[in-house]
């Protein structure tokens, strides 16, 4: 590869009339070894991990591995789940390959995602899965026989036999014990999938001489949490189908000190740092989603160009501007994180969570919180909260995207005075006569109406701020309020490096009397302003009481508290 840059290289030079010149030599040669610097490993954000060309954390290194070995050893079934892209499938390929490389087990890993789309067609769905697995001992262990008698005998076989038949077969062929990862398990959907369930039931006592001696099935959920619709319209749950398991193992994020080594593997790959101060901001951001964390860093060292010259180091500045450009992407992962949002489940406890108003999380259900967690959507210890900075952002823009594009006469020079300043009490008394002419209309439009107000307010400093600065946001369970917290860089040369207006807001719904909302919302943030060394704070109070005219609805006034001015607004 190198030697062809040459070639092509010094070929253009000639044609061009540079050879020679030095200038132009110096040119070239260093443009062939950015070139061959910036062809390194790369963060992977698609797919398995592949060692040879991807930073990585070992997969075995973020998992129990001691114990996975005592489960198989001791011919147990259990289920390994994680959200979207965090490692799911590297952790059984690598399983896999080290079962296979000690030589105890013969072990294989089926994908079989493919048989999703047959839904309750147990016909088409378990022909499906058993074709997978028989190309899978094909594949991995290199032979070819189960494939062979599944064509010629296995295909046969009654539907709701067939699976045990073949996994009878594949013990018998294989001379060691078997151990099979089955990927995307809870993807399968209806008959099919209680079909799969049932049919690995049947052969579990004929272990390990007669079926596999264990078998892990991988997935999003926890076996409990698969909720079955059958064809007659019976739902059974994932337990009672599959009630031989024995654990339910589940990866995590990365931790911090994992999340610093993979960035420092590019350091050390390329010569290329990280400024430190990069990694406080990208843990809060974060938390260690393995997809996140991989994105921002893809970001930074290949889709920003200028930054493939790996001899320039990158700074806080170049990674706030690859994370603002990560949010407004819309990637495959956080649009399918959009998706989940119209679960009911997941609008039951992220309602909650954005208008912040329950007291108490006795009204949420236990079992919808694991499930969430379980998504990697919410933590639920030490506190229930949404798992990170950048999903804080993306659940609101999403929630309002329509309403953030479809929101007419609202531009943002009309807001910014002559030194480039946010005029903050301009864009809010405009939101209170928007909020007054088109709230019910929109609200009405939002899935999530019960933080309407919150979600409307958002959408509207969205449409004026995105580009320029950003908005962060702080709310969850108990709260009884939202804050947002506006940075808004006064150069835009100099960035988030030079001199940065910052601004906060509180949003408060209105339940008790109005005296004893401001002077507590005032005092709440005061307190916050203080911490996040805001100059400007502004409280504003959203009455939602039907019987309330708008012109009693919609007031201004300021408040003068600890030697600070806060503007409160009513809407």
Not at 282 to 294: A, F, I, R, S
Not at 467 to 481: M, S
Request: charged fraction near 25%; aromatic fraction near 10%.
């Amino acid at each position: 590869m190198v030697c062809l840059m040459l070639c092509l290289i010094l070929k253009f030079m000639k044609s061009a009339g540079c050879c020679g010149k030095p200038d132009t030599l110096l040119f070239w040669l260093k443009q062939i070894w950015v070139t061959i610097n910036a062809m390194n490993k790369f963060f992977n954000t698609a797919g398995p991990i592949r060692p040879d060309d991807h930073y990585h954390i070992p997969s075995l290194e973020r998992i129990d591995w001691e114990e996975v070995k005592v489960l198989m050893a001791s011919k147990k079934y259990f289920l390994l789940h994680a959200p979207r892209q965090t490692g799911k499938t590297s952790a059984l390929l690598e399983m896999m390959e080290t079962l296979n490389r000690a030589g105890e087990y013969n072990a294989l890993y089926a994908n079989i995602e493919g048989a999703q789309a047959s839904r309750n067609d147990k016909e088409t769905g378990i022909s499906g899965v058993c074709s997978v697995i028989a190309s899978a001992y094909r594949t991995w262990l290199g032979d070819e026989r189960l494939r062979d008698w599944y064509n010629e005998v296995g295909r046969k076989v009654e539907v709701d036999n067939r699976l045990t038949a073949l996994l009878e077969q594949l013990a018998e062929l294989s001379e060691k014990p078997i151990v099979l990862f089955i990927d995307e398990a809870d993807a399968l959907i209806g008959d099919t999938l209680i079909s799969l369930l049932r049919q690995i039931r049947a052969g579990y006592a004929q272990r390990p001489d007669h079926f596999p001696q264990t078998i892990v099935l991988c997935g999003l959920r926890d076996i409990k949490d698969y909720r079955i619709h059958r064809s007659d319209g019976e739902i059974i749950t994932g337990g009672s189908a599959f009630n031989i398991k024995s654990e339910s193992l589940q990866m995590g994020n990365f931790t911090r000190q994992e999340v610093e080594s993979l960035y420092q593997q590019h350091s050390e790959e390329t010569g290329q740092p990280f400024a430190s101060e990069i990694f406080a901001e990208l843990w809060e951001d974060t938390k260690g989603q393995p997809w996140l964390v991989n994105a921002l860093a893809y970001e930074m060292t290949w889709k920003e160009k200028p930054l493939r010259d790996r001899s320039r180091p990158i700074t806080l500045e170049h990674y706030q501007a690859a994370r603002e450009r990560l949010v407004q992407s819309r990637s495959t992962h956080l649009d399918q994180l959009a998706d989940k949002l119209k679960e009911p489940r997941v609008h039951r406890v992220i309602s909650t969570l954005l208008a912040g108003e329950q007291e108490e999380s006795a009204t949420l259900y236990n079992d919808d919180l694991q499930y969430l967690a379980d998504l990697g959507l919410i933590t639920i210890r030490p506190k229930i909260a949404i798992s990170n900075r950048i999903y804080r952002e993306i659940i609101p823009r999403e929630l309002t995207f329509n309403t953030q594009y479809t929101i007419a006469n609202q531009e943002q020079q009309w807001y910014l005075t002559q030194e480039n300043r946010l005029d903050i009490p301009k864009l809010l008394t405009a939101f209170q006569q928007f909020f007054r002419e088109h709230a019910d209309s929109w609200i009405e439009k939002f899935d999530y109406k019960e933080a309407g107000p919150q979600l409307l307010i958002q959408a509207f400093l969205q449409r004026i701020i995105n580009g320029g600065g950003r908005i962060n946001r702080e709310y969850g369970l108990g709260r009884k309020r939202t804050d947002l917290s506006i940075e808004w860089p006064i150069d835009p040369d100099q960035g988030y490096f030079g001199e940065v207006q910052r601004v906060i807001i509180e949003l408060k719904i209105l339940h008790n009397s109005l005296d004893t909302t401001i002077e507590k919302g005032v005092e709440q943030s005061v307190e916050y302003a203080d911490s996040y060394n805001a100059a400007e704070v502004h409280l504003i109070i959203f009455n939602r009481n039907p019987e309330i005219r708008w012109d009693d609805e919609i007031w201004s006034r300021q408040i003068s508290y600890q030697q600070r001015e806060v503007g409160v607004w009513g809407c």
